[in-house]
């Protein structure tokens, strides 16, 4: 197993995810937002949609809601959700495939599992990472970018003990295809037994590891991290240091988030992520007027 590196970063504190329910009451597993961890700049919340083993007509979604001031990141594993939006926008989401959502302004939209899955059933499994926007975006017109899984940049170790899907970023030699407003890293790894990665992470980002499945070891100190926890990192190095041990019975597989903070006041209201409590009254009094607008059937 190789030795992390000098400029290895050192890890700052282990986060275990919490249970709760979401939409039409969903189960998903939260490390942040909750009471003793409110939000890493810029990311904003994380969760993780199942794995869930669905019989039919079992799905749940997110009917209607919206969102103002930030961005949702899509990432669908197993299952197939379908969306659609006041600007009369609708899409398809397959294993694999990513939307990145650009709120902006203000938009009304629906996250909900794709009707013939509802109706057969099967394994769902998802991620969303909800990303703040700088101040000088929050009121942009709203902007998608879909990734389906076959456009999204694929990476691997010559001995491919080490697989990487590049969602934001840089890795392995992948570049990814999505723009960000922010300097953004988001990296999907897959490390065999034994395996072990350094990625580089600029020393201004904050970084973290959620881990999807298995128990890796991170950081110089090679802390622990196991199924479901958020590994963070400290400031104090430029790359980041992930193995799985030898002994390991099953693949780690994580995924690895990095961005530059942005350091501006962050006023929170459900769906709304602003500057200030005004624009959060803002918020709400267009939304309740109608002015982000309705999704039409």
């Given amino acids: 197993m190789t030795v992390p590196t000098q400029t290895s970063r050192t890890v700052a504190g282990v986060i275990n995810s919490?249970?709760?329910l979401e939409g039409a009451g969903f189960l998903v597993h939260r490390p942040f937002p909750k009471s003793s961890f409110s939000e890493f700049d810029p990311f904003l919340l994380l969760d993780e949609l199942g794995p869930i083993n669905l019989k039919p007509s079992?799905?749940?979604?997110?009917p209607d809601h919206p969102h103002r001031g930030f961005e949702t990141v899509s990432y669908v594993l197993d299952g197939r959700l379908e969306h659609k939006d006041s600007a009369g926008h609708a899409g398809l989401l397959n294993p694999g495939d990513v939307q990145w959502m650009t709120a902006g302004a203000?938009?009304?939209h629906s996250e909900m599992p794709e009707s013939m899955f509802t109706q057969t059933g099967g394994r769902l499994h998802g991620i969303q990472l909800w990303v703040n926007l700088?101040?000088?975006d929050k009121m942009m017109p709203p902007r998608y970018q879909e990734i389906?899984?076959?456009?999204?940049p694929v990476a691997q170790t010559e001995d491919r003990s080490v697989t990487v899907?590049?969602?934001a970023g840089e890795a392995l030699g992948a570049k990814a295809v999505i723009q960000t407003?922010?300097?953004i890293i988001y990296l999907h790894f897959t490390l065999q037994p034994g395996a072990t990665t350094i990625q580089p992470v600029p020393k201004e980002y904050n970084a973290f590891v959620y881990v999807l499945e298995g128990s890796g070891l991170f950081g110089t100190e090679l802390a622990p991290g196991d199924d479901g926890q958020m590994v963070l990192f400290a400031q104090d190095g430029k790359d980041v240091a992930i193995s799985n041990p030898t002994d390991a019975q099953r693949p780690l597989d994580l995924l690895l988030i990095a961005g530059v903070p942005l350091n501006e006041p962050v006023v929170r209201y459900g769906p709304f992520v602003m500057n200030t409590e005004a624009e959060i009254i803002q918020a709400i009094d267009d939304y309740q007027a109608g002015r982000m607008g309705r999704i039409y059937a």
């Avoid at 079992?58 to 997110?62: L, T």
């Avoid at 389906?148 to 999204?152: E, G, Q, T, Y």
């Fill in 106 to 108: 203000g938009v009304v």
């Fill in 134 to 136: 700088p101040q000088r």
């Fill in 165 to 167: 899907r590049a969602i």
């Fill in 58 to 62: 079992q799905a749940k979604g997110a």
């Fill in 18 to 20: 919490v249970e709760t």
């Fill in 181 to 183: 407003r922010t300097p």
């Fill in 148 to 152: 389906p899984a076959a456009r999204i």
